[in-house]
């Protein structure tokens, strides 16, 4: 009876930590997506050549920034271009 009542009190810690790791993994995609269509305007438009800097990469490390960081990742990655920093 008891192993029984722990399997039960297990299974449901599992299944709460599962989905909360899944909603938080569902707002970092779609985090991640609006960071990459924002840049992907950003370099469509070439608002980068009005300060006459390149367009801004689109790679793995832009794309984490966006994704955890939202618009203000954004931000960072387009003031981090502008001074010069390499991303």
């Known amino acids: 009876m008891l ?4 399997g039960i009190v ?12 899944l909603k938080k993994a569902i707002y970092l ?12 305007l950003i370099n469509l438009l070439n608002i980068m050549a009005l300060f006459g800097r390149p367009e801004i990469p689109i790679n793995l490390i832009t794309v984490l920034i966006s994704a955890i960081g ?6 960072i990655v ?8 390499a991303l």
């Open 3 to 6: 192993e029984s009542l722990l």
């Open 10 to 21: 297990i299974a449901v810690i599992i299944a709460v930590l599962i989905y909360h790791l």
């Open 29 to 40: 995609v779609i985090n991640a997506i609006v960071g990459i269509v924002i840049l992907f």
């Open 70 to 75: 939202g618009i203000f990742g954004i931000a």
């Open 78 to 85: 387009v003031l981090l271009h502008l001074l010069g920093v």
